[in-house]
């Protein structure tokens, strides 16, 4: 058959849409990119907040709706948290398979079985998901995503994720540095790491492991670069900020995502960190001689976050000037804890601070983007952006695809992968633009 796919959701979700792709190929199906092509269309889909489900039952609706598609599979957390729902009579009845994670290597079947008209419905268990040897990179070739880890055990009391990805568990080493090892012999240079909370990994094998020694073994291997997400500040050990700091192999680059600044909110979320142990660390990172970018997430409109515990929030962003920041507001999900608290922020208090947070974030980013003009810093090619006719990448201390990019012109022949010293020339909407210069290492 022909199959196509739509992936949604974050990362973790890409590395699973990846590995089932190639547990298609494996069973003998054809990819294709164009769902007007496509016989069977697998939606792999998210479920972490109302609007991501939204998204996830058009996409389905909207598979459904092209004439050629005779068979939707879906995948991934919405099976995973509404399974009961969503197979039942007056469900998605245009689905015709329901997957979780922990079950793509049987894909092959799954399709065998609804060409002969079966209504397949699977159920998660607490396995990993497993890796396929023909795994389908679809990010550049020179970097890819390895997930270290499945689940969360933190309960946040905003967050679904354990209540639909089970409770953490990590991968062995020996399978990490295998697939790591695969990767690298794929020609990728960049291995950016990635679970719910990369800085728990490891505590839940026997022997306990840690990411300081995984990340020690991963760098023995023919890879160029090794990029940090979500290292939750709690756990995100001076050991581990040390190792980043002293390995050339490791970008100087950290994801950690805060929430907040306000003690009291911080508590409701259930999170392990105070606004001053959040000040030592970001601390800790500055004091690093490598000048570590440091990347985070916070969110507003927690219920009953107080004006006061808000301008705490404001305050917090300007006096510590992190380099990239995300934010959101809070969304009421059902079964969270924080779905039952007092004190819910009616939606035109939360779009109106929302709007606060980033004005603040976007002047502190604008001032630093624009201090670089007139440096020459190193440039990992991505790919072309032929509206502007310009080429983009991205820098040690940015993340590809979330982060400010870089757009540069060049006189000289470039290879998408390599990197390039490019002087910055100006700055546009956080983007810097700059061109390759003459002399190159």
């Not at 062995?172 to 990728?188: D, I, M, Y």
């Not at 050991?239 to 929430?259: F, H, N, T, V």
């Not at 601070?353 to 980013?365: D, F, K, N, T």
């Amino acid at each position: 058959m022909k199959v196509g796919a739509i992936s949604l959701g974050c990362d973790k979700n890409r590395v699973d849409t990846e590995n089932l792709l190639g547990f298609v190929s494996k069973a003998g199906h054809e990819l294709v990119n164009d769902i007007n092509e496509a016989d069977l269309v697998i939606v792999n889909s998210c479920a972490f907040l109302k609007s991501a489900i939204q998204e996830s039952l058009e996409a389905v609706w909207e598979a459904k709706a092209h004439k050629n598609v005779k068979y939707v599979v879906l995948t991934g957390c919405l099976p995973m948290r509404y399974l009961k729902e969503i197979t039942a009579d007056d469900g998605l009845t245009e689905v015709d398979a329901f997957l979780p994670n922990t079950c793509y290597e049987r894909i092959g079947e799954v399709i065998e079985r609804v060409q002969r008209g079966e209504r397949v419905v699977m159920e998660k268990d607490d396995s990993l998901p497993k890796a396929s040897p023909d795994r389908v990179i679809t990010t550049p070739y020179h970097y890819a995503y390895l997930k270290i880890a499945e689940g969360c055990f933190n309960h946040c009391t905003f967050c679904a994720i354990p209540y639909i990805r089970g409770g953490y568990r990590s991968e062995t080493p020996e399978k990490l540095l295998a697939e790591a090892r695969a990767l690298a012999n794929q020609g990728v240079k960049e291995l950016i790491l990635v679970a719910q909370d990369v800085t728990r990994y490891g505590q839940d094998l026997t022997p306990p492991q840690t990411l300081v020694s995984l990340l020690r073994s991963l760098v023995m291997l023919p890879v160029e670069k090794i990029r940090l997400l979500y290292c939750y500040p709690d756990a995100c050990s001076n050991e581990l900020i040390d190792l980043i700091d002293e390995e050339p192999k490791i970008a100087k680059y950290i994801d950690m995502p805060m929430q907040h600044a306000s003690n009291a909110v911080l508590k409701r979320m259930n999170r392990k960190d105070t606004k001053a142990s959040l000040q030592e660390k970001i601390a800790y990172v500055r004091s690093k001689k490598s000048n570590i970018a440091i990347r985070s997430t916070f969110m507003v409109g927690f219920p009953g976050e107080t004006e006061e515990e808000f301008k705490e929030l404001c305050d917090f962003l300007r006096e510590e000037r992190l380099e990239n920041v995300g934010f959101f507001a809070y969304s009421k999900e059902e079964g969270t804890p924080a779905a039952k608290m007092k004190g819910q922020i009616p939606q035109k208090i939360k779009a109106k601070r929302l709007s606060v947070v980033r004005g603040i974030q976007s002047a502190i980013q604008t001032e630093k983007a624009e201090a670089m003009i007139g440096q020459t810093i190193r440039v990992s090619y991505d790919g072309i952006d032929y509206d502007k006719e310009l080429f983009y990448g991205h820098t040690d201390r940015t993340m590809p695809d979330v982060d400010g990019k870089v757009y540069f012109s060049s006189d000289l022949p470039v290879e998408i992968g390599e990197t390039y010293q490019v002087k910055i020339l100006k700055v546009k909407k956080l983007d810097l633009y700059g061109a390759i210069t003459e002399e190159q290492e």
